[in-house]
């Protein structure tokens, strides 16, 4: 079984005040200072929503039966200009099946993109080195594949309300 996780990087502490803006952010430790908040379907529409009906449409009727839909990419894109005024957020979205696989992930600080469409390893060296964040010491790629399925974020969610997000 494979695994499809696309989620939002930061500094725990900063990813926590995300919940007054999009209610159903989850935060997810991973080890140290950093965590993530997986993009659940929830989350996606609270996103999406952000855009503005009209505009989502709009963007949206520009490619038909694409995916991620080009309002999900815009609504990411925007947020983490946004999330990123005073701290580093990345986006990332990692997945395998089969032997098959992908790893895409943005990196904004100060409101602009910085990084884009690099590996994993390229934004967590940016944060541990430029944004000087304790990692901790699990290798994180194979932290994000702990959930598998096409769910995993979902997953992820779940587990954080039952208070299991951290393996012992």
């Known amino acids: 079984?494979?695994?499809?996780?696309?989620?939002?990087?930061?500094?725990?502490?900063?990813?926590?005040t995300w919940s007054g803006q999009l209610p159903s952010a989850v935060v997810c430790e991973l080890g140290g200072d950093l965590a993530m908040v997986p993009v659940t379907g929830?989350?996606?529409?609270?996103?999406?929503?952000?855009?503005?009906?009209?505009?989502?449409?709009?963007?949206?009727?520009?490619?038909?039966?694409?995916?991620?839909?080009?309002?999900?990419e815009e609504a990411v894109l925007r947020w983490g200009a946004e999330a990123s005024a005073a701290t580093l957020v990345a986006f990332v979205s990692v997945g395998e099946f089969g032997n098959q696989s992908h790893e895409e992930a943005t990196l904004w600080s100060s409101g602009r993109k910085i990084?884009?469409?690099?590996?994993?390893?390229?934004?967590?060296?940016?944060?541990?080195d430029q944004g000087h964040l304790d990692l901790g010491g699990r290798p994180i790629d194979t932290e994000l594949e702990r959930y598998r399925g096409q769910d995993a974020a979902e997953k992820w969610a779940a587990a954080r309300s039952l208070g299991i997000d951290r393996v012992p």
């Open 42 to 72: 929830k989350l996606h529409g609270e996103l999406r929503a952000r855009l503005g009906v009209e505009e989502a449409n709009r963007l949206d009727a520009s490619r038909p039966r694409t995916h991620p839909s080009p309002s999900y």
């Open 1 to 16: 079984m494979g695994f499809e996780l696309d989620a939002f990087l930061g500094k725990t502490s900063e990813l926590l």
């Open 115 to 128: 990084l884009f469409r690099v590996g994993l390893k390229a934004v967590l060296s940016h944060f541990r």
